[in-house]
């Protein structure tokens, strides 16, 4: 059967940082190794959106000729895919992160978010969003969610977040580790979160309520910017931690890269914020697939991510000592915790690598088309 020819639109992608900016990334990238893709992106910021959906429904246009099938990045772009579906019967797929569906909150002035609320809720939820023929959920909280707010089920497909398992794993010491620092890690142990510092991430909360019951000896790293970076700062400063919780700010992808293959254990302590949710958590498979064990919340999209036992560990959210208790067991046994994390990765190998989850989007898209 020939193979669908694909015009990928994307709210947001690189070099904007992110994780929907790195899933659209690499979708695009691993299904352009199996079938033409013609990509149409926002690569100025998420400020730029509402020139840049006016600009992607017009082009979409003028390419829908020469392709089978559209593809959106996000649920945010939806009303691009609605207006393609008034002048086109060729099916328009979205994959949702989760957010996409349940935004009920506006980093903008107060005076009206509840106007962008209602909007965004009554248009996209409502209208733009279900028109679309299937929506790809990066996890089953999002489906559920989606369905709360009244699309059907059948709407939705789950395919996970996927990693490319080499691009991550990289040769490094703990001595570049010291440089990374600043300090020395001598008879230190290092546990890591990084990505983009959301309150729902649950770092201040692990900062206040868990690091204050570990060894002295156990440094936690946290790598990355966001909104949430005062409210962690409190939490330091309060709790009198400021040689042992090191805040570096934004780093690169090779200094991400060399702190997961250098580090002792990856903990995602997210915690329920009402309005905000983790659709998937690609970070916590990307260090997976670094062989670091990774400690995560049993809570939303990470319980797709993560598989007890098999390439990490779930706790109860807002568990301290549940949390205290598997950090202390890794870190008490250096072979067991190594011989886990090689584990870890095979386990990313066999079920998230971009390989097997490109396939999987294309039997999707193939299925839509037949249908329609």
């Given at each position: 059967m020939e193979k669908p020819r694909i015009l990928f639109i994307s709210h947001t992608f690189p070099p904007t940082v992110g994780g929907v900016e790195t899933q659209n990334f690499e979708v695009s990238f691993w299904l352009s190794k199996i079938t033409p893709v013609k990509i149409i992106a926002n690569k100025q910021g998420r400020a730029f959106l509402p020139f840049f959906a006016i600009y992607a429904t017009i082009k979409a246009l003028v390419l829908l000729p020469q392709y089978d099938t559209?593809?959106?990045?996000?649920?945010?772009?939806?009303?691009?895919?609605?207006?393609?579906?008034?002048?086109?019967?060729?099916?328009?797929?979205?994959?949702?992160?989760?957010?996409?569906?349940?935004?009920?909150?506006?980093?903008?002035?107060?005076?009206?978010?509840?106007?962008?609320?209602?909007?965004?809720?009554?248009?996209?939820?409502?209208?733009?969003?279900?028109?679309?023929?299937?929506?790809?959920?990066?996890?089953?909280?999002?489906?559920?969610?989606?369905?709360e707010h009244g699309i059907a089920r059948e709407k939705f497909i789950f395919i996970p977040n996927g990693v490319d398992t080499d691009k991550n794993l990289v040769e490094s010491s703990r001595g570049e580790l010291e440089k990374i620092l600043g300090q020395?890690?001598?008879?230190?142990?290092?546990?890591?979160?990084?990505?983009?510092?959301?309150?729902?991430?649950?770092?201040?909360?692990?900062?206040?309520?868990?690091?204050?019951?570990?060894?002295?000896?156990?440094?936690?790293?946290v790598a990355g910017d966001g909104k949430d970076k005062q409210n962690i700062q409190d939490a330091i400063k309060e709790?009198?931690?400021?040689?042992?919780?090191?805040?570096?700010?934004?780093?690169?992808?090779?200094?991400?890269?060399?702190?997961?293959?250098?580090?002792?254990?990856?903990v995602q302590p997210n915690i329920k914020v009402p309005g905000?949710?983790?659709?998937?958590g690609i970070s916590v498979i990307e260090a997976a697939s670094c062989k670091l064990p990774v400690i995560a919340a049993r809570l939303e999209g990470l319980q797709d991510a993560i598989k007890d036992g098999q390439n990490g560990f779930l706790v109860e959210s807002e568990n301290a000592d549940a949390y205290v208790a598997k950090i202390n067991e890794l870190l008490a046994d250096d072979a067991m915790r190594k011989a886990f994390g090689e584990k870890a990765r095979q386990f990313v190998i066999e079920n998230y690598q971009w390989k097997k989850i490109s396939q999987d989007y294309i039997q999707v898209i193939q299925n839509t088309l037949n249908k329609n």
């Open positions: 559209v593809l959106l990045g996000s649920g945010v772009i939806s009303a691009v895919g609605w207006t393609i579906k008034l002048f086109s019967k060729k099916p328009v797929l979205c994959i949702v992160h989760g957010l996409d569906i349940n935004y009920n909150s506006a980093s903008l002035n107060v005076w009206y978010e509840k106007f962008l609320i209602s909007i965004y809720q009554n248009l996209w939820t409502k209208v733009f969003i279900p028109k679309l023929d299937k929506l790809i959920a990066v996890g089953n909280e999002t489906i559920r969610i989606g369905v020395s890690v001598e008879n230190k142990k290092i546990i890591i979160t990084s990505g983009r510092l959301a309150k729902r991430k649950g770092v201040a909360w692990f900062v206040r309520n868990v690091m204050p019951r570990l060894s002295e000896n156990i440094i936690y790293v709790n009198n931690l400021s040689e042992r919780v090191i805040m570096l700010g934004y780093v690169t992808d090779e200094v991400r890269n060399a702190l997961w293959n250098t580090c002792d254990v990856f905000d949710m983790e659709g998937f």
